[in-house]
T-cell receptor
Framework: QKEVEQDPGPLSVPEGAIVSLNCTYS??????FMWYRQYSRKGPELLMY????GNKEDGRFTAQVDKSSKYISLFIRDSQPSDSATYLC?????????FGTGTSLTVIP | EPEVTQTPSHQVTQMGQEVILRCVPI?????FYWYRQILGQKVEFLVS????????KSEIFDDQFSVERPDGSNFTLKIRSTKLEDSAMYFC???????????FGEGSRLTVL
């Protein structure tokens, strides 16, 4: 079983839609969770960082963590064409980061 | 805004040649990392570095790989004898603290012919 599971998509939504991206994990040692956005042939860009169960909001982005279910989500409200990218979840155990495979998102104008 | 910078952005090399990829982490960060991403695949951990020594490394990081912090600013990844399968995007990253946010550079694309 992979440490981190993420649906690779691709996911295609119309502009203005709410997007839900999800990751599940198996290792209870994961305590810190991040979401990254990666444009084609660019480095991952940190969007959200959280360490507790519950919701964290930043503008149009909301990160949700459910440690009891080992499940994290990223919601994007009012999606824009500029949100078209690959979204990676990442988790920390020790000081090693584990990444999901990434979900490819296209927002259609 | 502080950022991680990497050079070169793209390097083409012949199989068997040595390659050095360079990174300048964010200045007040203490933890440094190399990751790689083969085209279309996931980001894979290679190595983490703290206090002038390797703290963790993955199975990918074999004897052909080495890292160094030769001065107070640069962090390098050396591949001693490149193989075709080393072709990938190599990302340097840094963080301020042990479980801190990880900030990535733009990557160095390595093509081995």
């Amino acid at each position: 079983q992979k440490e981190v599971e993420q649906d690779p998509g691709p996911l295609s939504v119309p502009e203005g839609a709410i997007v839900s991206l999800n990751c599940t994990y198996s290792n209870s040692a994961f305590q810190y969770f991040m979401w990254y956005r990666q444009y084609s042939r660019k480095g991952p860009e940190l969007l959200m960082y959280t360490y507790s169960s519950g919701n964290k909001e930043d503008g149009r982005f909301t990160a949700q963590v459910d440690k009891s279910s080992k499940y994290i989500s990223l919601f994007i409200r009012d999606s824009q064409p500029s949100d078209s990218a690959t979204y990676l979840c990442a988790m920390i155990a020790g000081n090693q980061f584990y990444f999901g495979t990434g979900t490819s998102l296209t927002v259609i104008p | 805004e502080p950022e991680v910078t990497q050079t070169p952005s793209h390097q083409v090399t012949q199989m068997g040649q040595e390659v050095i990829l360079r990174c300048v982490p964010i200045s007040n960060h203490l933890y440094f990392y190399w990751y790689r991403q083969i085209l279309g695949q996931k980001v894979e951990f290679l190595v983490s570095f703290y206090n002038n020594e390797i703290s963790e490394k993955s199975e990918i990081f074999d004897d052909q790989f080495s890292v160094e912090r030769p001065d107070g600013s640069n962090f390098t990844l050396k591949i001693r004898s490149t193989k075709l399968e080393d072709s990938a995007m190599y990302f340097c990253a840094s963080s301020e603290r042990y479980t801190g946010e990880l900030f990535f550079g733009e990557g160095s694309r390595l093509t081995v012919l």
